[in-house]
C-alpha cells in the first residue's frame, strides 16, 4: 500500500514542530514524494528536486535517508543553502528517534563529522590560488608548445606526433583542472567556481559543465552503487561489474555480453573508445536535448579555435586525424586512471550505509609521486578527495594521515597501491567478476 501523503505546510505556518519517525522517512523515497532528513530536520523534496542546482537525481539518491553528510560534503555556502531549505521543512525527527538510521556507524559517523571540523579548523579547506594559476598557466604552455611544434619544425611524423601527445596532455590536465572548479574547490564562492568551470570544460576541452555536473555528483554521492553511480552503468551491458552484481546477473541468467572474457575486450572497447567514440557525440546531444545553449557558446569556441589554429597547417584531413588521435591518447589516460580507483573495489546496490563507509569500500588510493599526484590530477589521492569533495587537491596529502589513523580506529580497511598495480587490478578484477558470472549462470 503507498504511504499516506502528509501535507507539507510552509515552514512559517509550523507554530508546534511536527515528528516523524524513520519509518514515516523511509517510505517517502519514490517518485511521487521525497523526503529526506539534515541534521534531524525532515525536508520535502518532492518539487524541489526537479529544481535543485545540483541536478535532480543526485539529491533523489538520498530519498527516504540521512543526507547530513552529503550536504556537508557538497555545500560550501551552507547557511545561504539552509535559508533556501527553510520553504521545505515540513518538520523534525520525533525526539525517542535516533539521528541516523540503524545501518549507519553512530561512532564512526560521529568521530568523522568531529574530524571534520578539525580539518575545517585548520584550513585545509581553503585553496591556494597560487597553486591552480600555476596549474592553468603550464596548461597554457602546453598548449601553445603544441601550436608552434608544428609551426616551427613542419608537419612530418615526428613533429606530428609530438604535437599529438602534447595536446593530449593538455587535455588529461584541462579535465584535471575543470574538476577542480566543477567541485568548488578554488574559490570561495561558486560564481568564480562556476564561471572558471565553464571556461577550463567548455572553452580549453569543448565538453558541457552541465554534463560533468550531472553525471559526476551522483557518483559522488553513491560511488558504486548500482543505478544510482552513473559511472558503473556499464553493468550489465558490456561488463559484469563486481562480485555480488556479477553472482546476481548470473543466477538471473543474463548475458548480453561474454563476460568471462571481460578483461580482454576491455582493452578494445574501453580506455580507447570511451572519449572518441562514446562522449565525443554524446556531449552533443546532451546539449542540445536539455537546452544547455550557455555550455553549447562554450563548446563551439573550442573547436573554432582548433580548427583555425591547426587547420591551415595541416589541411582537413590532417587535422581530423589529429583531432581523433588526440582523444584517443586522452581517452586511455583518461580510463584507466579513474576506473583504478574504483572498479576494483566493492560493488553493489544501495544499502545506505554511513558517509565514511560508503566511501570507503568504493574507492582506494594511489602512492604519492610528483609523477603520480600530476599524472592522475591527484586523484590518487581518492578516498581523501570523496571524504572531502570540495577540498582543494594540495591538501589531500595532509588530511590523508588523519582519516588513515580513523580507519585504523574502526577496522576499515584503507587501501593504497602503485600506480601500475592499481592498472592491473582493474583488468584482474575484471577477470574475477566474469568468472563469477560464468560459474553463476552455469551452477546457481
Known amino acids: 500500500m503507498a504511504p499516506e501523503t502528509v501535507p507539507a505546510p510552509p515552514a512559517a505556518q509550523l507554530r508546534e514542530p511536527r515528528y516523524f519517525t524513520w519509518e514515516e522517512v523511509e517510505q517517502r523515497s519514490g517518485r511521487e514524494e521525497k523526503w529526506l532528513v539534515i541534521d534531524r530536520k525532515v525536508y520535502n523534496i518532492s518539487d524541489f528536486s526537479r529544481r535543485h542546482p545540483g541536478g535532480s537525481r543526485v539529491i533523489s539518491h538520498y530519498a527516504g535517508q540521512d543526507a547530513t553528510d552529503p550536504f556537508m560534503a557538497f555545500h560550501i555556502n551552507k547557511g545561504l543553502v539552509k535559508k533556501y531549505m527553510n520553504s521545505l521543512l515540513i518538520g523534525e525527527l520525533a525526539p525517542e528517534q535516533p539521528s541516523f538510521e540503524p545501518t549507519k556507524n553512530k561512532e564512526l559517523t560521529d568521530e568523522f563529522r568531529e574530524l571534520r ?18 596549474y592553468l598557466l603550464h596548461i597554457l ?3 601553445v608548445a603544441a601550436w608552434l611544434t608544428l609551426w616551427v619544425f613542419g608537419t612530418s611524423l615526428a613533429p606530428f606526433v609530438l604535437c599529438a601527445v602534447l595536446l593530449s596532455t593538455v587535455q588529461a590536465q584541462a579535465g584535471w583542472l575543470q574538476h577542480d572548479f566543477g567541485h568548488l574547490s578554488v574559490f570561495s564562492t561558486s560564481t568564480w567556481n562556476h564561471l572558471l568551470h565553464h571556461f577550463v570544460i567548455g572553452h580549453l576541452k569543448g565538453a558541457p559543465a552541465s554534463w560533468w555536473n ?5 557518483h559522488h554521492a553513491k560511488p558504486n552503487c548500482f543505478r544510482k ?20 546477473l548470473g543466477k538471473q541468467k543474463k548475458k548480453y555480453m561474454p563476460y568471462n572474457h571481460q578483461h580482454k575486450y576491455f582493452f578494445l572497447i574501453g580506455p580507447p573508445a570511451l572519449l572518441p567514440l562514446y562522449f565525443q ?9 536539455r537546452k544547455k ?18 587547420m591551415p597547417l595541416l589541411g582537413l584531413k590532417g587535422f581530423l586525424g589529429l583531432f581523433f588521435i588526440v582523444r584517443f591518447l586522452e581517452s586511455n589516460w583518461f580510463v584507466w586512471v579513474t576506473q583504478m580507483n574504483h572498479i576494483p573495489m566493492h560493488i553493489d546496490h544501495d544499502r545506505n550505509v554511513d558517509w565514511v563507509s560508503t566511501q570507503l569500500q568504493a574507492t582506494c588510493n594511489v602512492h604519492q609521486s610528483t609523477f603520480n599526484d600530476w599524472f592522475s590530477g591527484h586523484l590518487n589521492f581518492q578516498i581523501e578527495h570523496h ?32 600506480l601500475f598495480s592499481a592498472f592491473a587490478d582493474i583488468v584482474h578484477s575484471l577477470k574475477e567478476s566474469g568468472q563469477l558470472w560464468l560459474d553463476a549462470y552455469l551452477h546457481q
Open 281 to 289: 557525440w554524446y556531449i552533443f546531444y546532451f546539449v542540445v536535448q
Open 387 to 418: 571524504l572531502f569533495p570540495t577540498m582543494p587537491r594540495h591538501n589531500y596529502h595532509k588530511v590523508a594521515p588523519l582519516v588513515r589513523s580513523l580507519c585504523t580506529k574502526y577496522g576499515i580497511k584503507y587501501q593504497s597501491k602503485p
Open 141 to 143: 604552455l602546453l598548449d
Open 117 to 134: 571540523t578539525t580539518v575545517e579548523r585548520m584550513g585545509l579547506m581553503k585553496a591556494n590560488r597560487l597553486f591552480f594559476l600555476l
Open 229 to 248: 553511480d552513473p559511472d558503473i552503468n556499464m553493468h550489465p551491458l558490456f561488463f559484469a561489474l563486481g562480485k555480488v552484481l556479477s553472482v546476481e
Open 214 to 218: 550531472h553525471l559526476h555528483f551522483q
Open 293 to 310: 545553449w550557455v555550455d553549447l557558446a562554450w563548446m563551439v569556441t573550442f573547436y573554432a579555435r582548433v580548427f583555425f589554429t591547426y
